[in-house]
C-alpha cells in the first residue's frame, strides 16, 4: 500500500518561507490528481493546493501567489514552496490525492508562522 510522509514544516516568523515535501513509497503522480491540505486547531482540513489527473493546478484564495507545487511526475516527491508566510498560515500540512481519501493519510507536517 502506497504510504505519504510529510516534512519540512517548523516554525518560521511572518514573511518567510518553507518548502515542504511528499514522499511517497510508490510512483503516484501520473496516476493521480495529488494536492496539499492542512488543517488548523478547531478548524476543518482544507485543500491549500493542488492538481487534478488532467493536469490543472488550483490554490486556495489564500494562498494564490505566495504558494506553488511543482510537478514532476517522473519522481516520486510532491513538493510546495510557501513564501510570504502569514500567522493564518499555521497549520498541520498533509499531502493526498485530489479528490482526498484515495491513499492513506500521513502524519503531516506542523508548520507554524509567529514571531
Known amino acids: 500500500q502506497v504510504q505519504l510522509v510529510e516534512s519540512g514544516g517548523g516554525l518560521v516568523q511572518p514573511g518567510g518561507s518553507l518548502r515542504l515535501s511528499c514522499a511517497a513509497s510508490g510512483n503516484i503522480l501520473h496516476i493521480y490528481g495529488m494536492g496539499w491540505y492542512r488543517q488548523a486547531p478547531g478548524k476543518q482540513r482544507e485543500l491549500v493546493a493542488g492538481?487534478?489527473?488532467?493536469?490543472?493546478?488550483n490554490y486556495a484564495d489564500s494562498v494564490e501567489g505566495r504558494f506553488t507545487i511543482p510537478r514532476d511526475s517522473a519522481k516520486k516527491t510532491l513538493f510546495m514552496q510557501m513564501n510570504n508566510l502569514k500567522p493564518d498560515d499555521t497549520a498541520v500540512y498533509y499531502c493526498?490525492?485530489?479528490?482526498?481519501?484515495?491513499?492513506?493519510w500521513g502524519r503531516g507536517t506542523q508548520v507554524t508562522v509567529s514571531s
Open positions: 492538481f487534478t489527473s488532467a493536469g490543472t493546478t
Open positions: 493526498n490525492t485530489v479528490p482526498p481519501g484515495r491513499l492513506p
